[in-house]
């Protein structure tokens, strides 16, 4: 069975205590109860160090929202992949559906992005999804072979262990609005096939794709259980620790049979 994966991206929110906080009650819980699950924490930038303090010794995996795919140089503004290994990153998410609205981020870029996480150690969340009218149009299968060929382009089979996808319906994320468990499965399916055909049916069969779009402590059971949804990439609910904690344990209890 693929091992859960549960994730907080925790945007552009958090002041340096309130995350050092919410990183400190996470690393707790997850020490004391042990969930057979993998759990990881996206803060931002400024966050990463002392949120890795919080960690220090913890299974919970520090991860980053985004990178630069150059190496370290003249590049105002922006972060390398250096840089987040350096500060005790495992992982990185990339192609968020905002990079991708509010940044201009293309599947070319997406691509450039996850070769270069590779090169400097580090594993990938690959996010992709489809907007609301995408959805409507009955359009959502062909946007999401789009992101996929396009951000998997060059990918071998043998890269994939570094690699998780995110399903994330652009229309659930941050509005309340989820996929039904029954919505999520057929897209997460959709996906797994696409992966068989691309790479080969063991591959995709061993790939972890996280469900994301207003996952919270009362409908993650619902979701996790559906046979091709491997975790959660979680927003909002990962700000507040008894909401991410409590999609960690339903985590947990699917695990443990
Ligand atoms: P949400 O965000 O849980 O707040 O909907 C999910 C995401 O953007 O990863």
Redo the contacts with the bound molecule.
């Keep these: 069975m693929r091992r859960l994966f549960v994730a907080g ?1 925790w ?1 552009m929110n958090t002041t340096m205590a309130s995350a050092q906080a919410l990183a400190s009650e996470v690393a707790a819980e997850v020490a004391r109860s042990q969930p057979n699950v993998d759990v990881a924490v996206c803060p931002p930038f400024p966050y990463l160090i002392p949120v890795g303090i919080s960690l220090a010794n913890s299974p919970v995996m520090l991860g980053g929202q985004n990178a630069h795919y150059e190496k370290p140089g003249a590049f105002t503004g922006e972060t390398s992949l250096e840089m987040l290994v350096d500060v005790g990153c495992r992982l990185v ?1 990339i192609g ?3 990079r991708r609205q509010f940044f201009g981020e293309t599947d070319e870029l997406v691509n450039k992005k996850i070769h270069a996480a590779w090169q400097r150690g580090l594993d990938v969340i690959f ?1 992709i999804g489809e907007v609301l009218q995408d959805r409507e149009a009955n359009r959502t299968e062909s946007v999401l072979s789009t992101q996929l060929q396009g951000g998997l382009a060059g990918v071998e089979a043998a890269q994939l262990g570094k690699l998780v996808i ?1 399903y ?1 319906p652009v229309w ?4 309340g609005l989820t996929a039904s468990p029954e919505q999520a499965e057929a897209t997460h399916l959709f996906v797994r096939n696409w992966l068989a055909t691309r790479f080969d049916r063991a591959s995709a069969d061993a790939m972890r794709i996280q469900y ?5 402590a009362d409908n993650a059971k619902e979701l996790l259980s559906q046979p091709n949804v491997d975790g959660a ?6 700000l507040k620790s008894d909401q991410f904690l409590g999609i960690i344990r339903a985590a947990a209890e699917l695990s443990a049979g």
């Design positions: 991206n945007k998410v968020h559906s905002e996010c995110a994330e659930a994320i941050g509005t994301g779009g207003s996952v919270k990439l979680v927003g909002g609910a990962s």
